[in-house]
């Protein structure tokens, strides 16, 4: 498997950790990536995972991850969220789908590149979601929805079949 580097080190990233660890990809993860203003985590661990340092450094770790490395968004707020995607993408770091093993997901939708499905998540047959989408712990995208790029679908949110939500929507 890809090394992957966790783009955040806050909430939303230690969700996203757990779902990585409940994938087996836990240990691909080579750290969490914070950003440049805030100091004051880097070399600390969260949930056993170290962060090493900032975003402003981050083509110098994606050098360091090779080849075919991966960036998992850690940030639940949309616009720094989509942000961090294109930088990711700047430096060659493919975004991967992650699909909690408790989550539920159609081989009938489709989803964007790194785009989440969380804990309990549902997403239904011909559902489409762009990428970098987050369909948090026990939300539902039903039958044909259209949920553009960025949007957060919150945990415990129930989209009913056909409903659209626009770009980086909550």
């Known amino acids: ?46 949930d056993g995972c170290r962060v090493l340092g900032g975003i402003g450094k981050l083509a110098s770790f994606a050098r360091a991850a ?30 991967p789908v992650l699909v909690h093993p408790r989550a539920s997901v159609s081989p009938r939708a489709r989803l964007g590149p790194g785009t989440q499905v969380l804990a309990g998540a549902v997403v239904v047959t011909g559902a489409r979601l762009g990428a970098g989408v987050i369909v948090n712990t026990g939300a539902t995208v039903d039958h044909d929805c259209r949920i ?7 945990p415990g949110a129930h989209l009913a079949g056909t409903g659209v939500v626009g770009r980086l929507a909550w």
């Open 66 to 95: 090779g080849q075919g490395a991966e960036a998992a968004l850690g940030y639940g707020e949309n616009a720094r969220r989509a942000e961090l995607a294109a930088l990711a993408r700047k430096h060659h770091l493919r975004l």
């Open 148 to 154: 553009s790029t960025g949007v957060h679908i919150a």
């Open 1 to 46: 498997m890809p090394k992957l580097l966790l783009l955040g080190a806050g909430t939303h990233a230690r969700v996203v950790l757990d779902c990585l660890r409940a994938m087996g990809r836990g240990a691909d993860v080579l750290g969490m990536v914070e950003g440049d203003g805030d100091r004051t985590r880097w070399g600390q661990s969260y």
